[in-house]
């Protein structure tokens, strides 16, 4: 019997989305014996301050990495909009997961049904609350770190009036019932790859079980997305958001960037998903022109 250790984040939402993926193993290759193995990485420990000024999101995946490379896991599970652009070749994904839930939500205090305002919205993403500030003008927003449970604590206890996060990860968590809103791709343009769950693994080494997780829909509209983000270069702490949509064989992709004199640009762009990452590239230099 093979054995496959799946490398993962300890916390809660990472764990539940590596078990999602263990489901799938196991329900289609019971030949194959799992282990979970969970570690904090560098980003659940730095909380004092906002990813941006430590090194961005793939600080969530510097020791899952180094794990693959000593060989110490077989797989490592990702949120993908947690992995930064520039990869490892050694450590390509391999696998990308059907995105049901793009969307970023409003969150607010237990037995609360409106903003106050006299509160911080807490929101650490510049992508958020560059697009926030048009929805709420009036509103203060301040950073928030720390995992899923550990924000809604911070909100319930009074620190802040109102959260963003990720729907995905709520609705992962069973938490969807604390959902007070639920943004429009429009309102506000989800991180490239939100909502979808990925696998990475070490180069040259064979992982049959993959088709069953891997969604081709996903795969092309997160391969746009990244596309997009990687042409204005842009890491996951950059103010860059990208959100693709396939219809049949077309396929429109919804760009925002902000620049270096921080003027936001928005575009869109429609064509053949046979040429989906050109199509994102092409989007990004129309922006930033």
């Given at each position: ?14 764990v539940i989305q590596s078990e999602i993926i ?35 999101k793939g600080l969530f995946v510097k020791e ?222 129309r922006i930033k022109q």
């Open positions: 019997m093979r054995k496959i250790r799946v490398g993962s984040r300890e916390s809660k939402l990472a263990m489901d799938i193993i196991k329900k289609n290759c019971p030949d194959i014996e799992l282990e979970l193995v969970t570690m904090k990485t560098t980003g659940d420990k730095i909380l004092n301050t906002t990813l941006d000024k430590v090194g961005g899952l990495d180094s794990a693959l490379l000593e060989k110490e896991v077989d797989i490592t599970v990702h949120s993908l909009k947690d992995v930064p652009m520039e990869l490892d070749s050694r450590l390509p994904l391999i696998a990308y997961t059907k995105c049901e839930y793009p969307n970023d939500v409003l969150v607010l205090p237990k037995g609360v049904s409106e903003i106050d305002f006299n509160k911080p919205i807490g929101s650490s993403s510049m992508r958020r609350n560059i697009q926030l500030k048009k929805i709420f003008p009036k509103a203060k927003i301040e950073p928030v770190r720390g995992n899923v449970i550990t924000r809604l604590q911070k909100l319930d206890q009074g620190e802040y009036g109102a959260l963003i996060l990720a729907r995905a990860g709520l609705t992962r968590l069973g938490l969807a019932d604390r959902i007070s809103r639920i943004f429009t791709e429009n309102e506000m343009i989800p991180a490239a790859g939100q909502g979808v769950i990925t696998v990475q693994a070490r180069e040259g080494e064979s992982f049959e079980f993959t088709r069953y997780i891997n969604d081709i829909e996903s795969q092309i509209c997160v391969e746009a997305e990244r596309a997009f983000v990687k042409e204005l270069d842009g890491g996951c702490s950059s103010p860059i958001a990208a959100h693709a949509i396939l219809n049949g064989d077309s396929i429109t992709i919804t760009g925002l960037y902000v620049d270096e004199d921080n003027v936001e640009k928005r575009g869109k762009i429609t064509g053949s998903s046979k040429q989906h990452i050109e199509l994102g590239i092409e989007l990004a230099k």
